[in-house]
């Protein structure tokens, strides 16, 4: 959670998700066995520990634990039968507006509607925001990227946000990272930098390109060792706000500037609120998706020809009467 300084930075938090450990109940989120936390305290690496759930969704497990994600069948699904409202996870973002700080939102460019924050103006307040557009390598090979940079820079500032840039970047191939990674830099002024968006956007994959792209631009020591954030398939993986001191002023000053991992905002009306968490995955998108002109009149002529009947204007116009039931899908499926 977003608490004062001193406050946040005495807590002993799980790395991967953000929430306090706890030692004391196996069927709740932020657990970790005591004799393994005394092991880790004793070699001063407690601060980098997994609590029991991270570590399953290290593995690939699917593992919800947010209430509005568990679908129907509520009763079965969470963390030992445990469950996090939505809304106690956006509480921990009301606090950014009041802090001078780099906000980086993150958006979907493939569910846009779905990925955009209603009240992302209470978040920022009058803080500058970098917009950055994830999945640019799902769009098809012939998208125009300045048209798609232009409509999110026009959606984004019609509704008052302070919007200093706007970069595309592709988390899976790193297409646009160094782009984004250089505006980030320079927009900072040595502001803290909050990364936010909707659940599932892809902030901690891009918080994990954006460190690695850090690594290569200070290599003399400017970037404290810090552990990349976990990444999985589950909507919901980061439960608190994750605090990386990423920004150092010199190769030997002793101050940092913090990179700030939120937890997701979960829309009523987004996919991964209206599906049980195994099918939203089934129906995630892996590859680029395919375009396929489509031409009614041409397809009805040529079926036409192939009954036989005789063309003209009038079996024409009957023929183009009729219902015409095209498959949508990737082309040669």
Known sequence: ???????????????????????H?????????FARYLQKWSQKLHRRLLCSRCLQLEQ???????????????QQLGFGGHVVPAEVLARQLQ????????????????????????????????NPVLIIGTKIDLLPPKTDMERVHDWLLYSLR????????????SNETGKGIKHAVNALLEHRNGLDVFVVGAANAGKSMFITKLLDQLEQKFPDGKLEEVEKPLVSRTPGTTLGTIQLRAFRRSATSPVFASLFDTP???????MQNLLDVQDYNCVQPTRAF??????????????????GELVSAVSLQQWLAKPVRYLWGFPGQ
């Open 158 to 169: 019609k509704r008052k946000l302070r919007v200093v840039d706007v970069k595309l970047v």
């Open 1 to 23: 959670m977003v608490r004062k300084k001193n406050q946040l930075e005495k807590m002993i938090c799980c790395r991967g998700c953000g929430v306090p450990l706890q030692t």
């Open 60 to 74: 690939g497990e699917l593992v919800p634990v947010v209430k509005e994600t568990l679908g129907k069948d509520r």
């Open 25 to 33: 109940d196996p069927t709740n989120v932020g657990y970790v066995r």
């Open 290 to 307: 395919g375009v396929q002109t489509v031409r009614p009149a041409k397809d009805v002529v040529a079926e036409l020809k192939k009954s």
């Open 264 to 270: 997701g905002v979960h829309q009523p009306t987004s």
């Open 95 to 126: 606090t950014i507006r009041q802090r001078r700080c780099l906000v980086v939102y993150i958006v979907d460019v493939l569910d846009f509607n779905g990925s955009f924050i209603r009240r992302i103006r209470e978040i920022v307040g009058r």
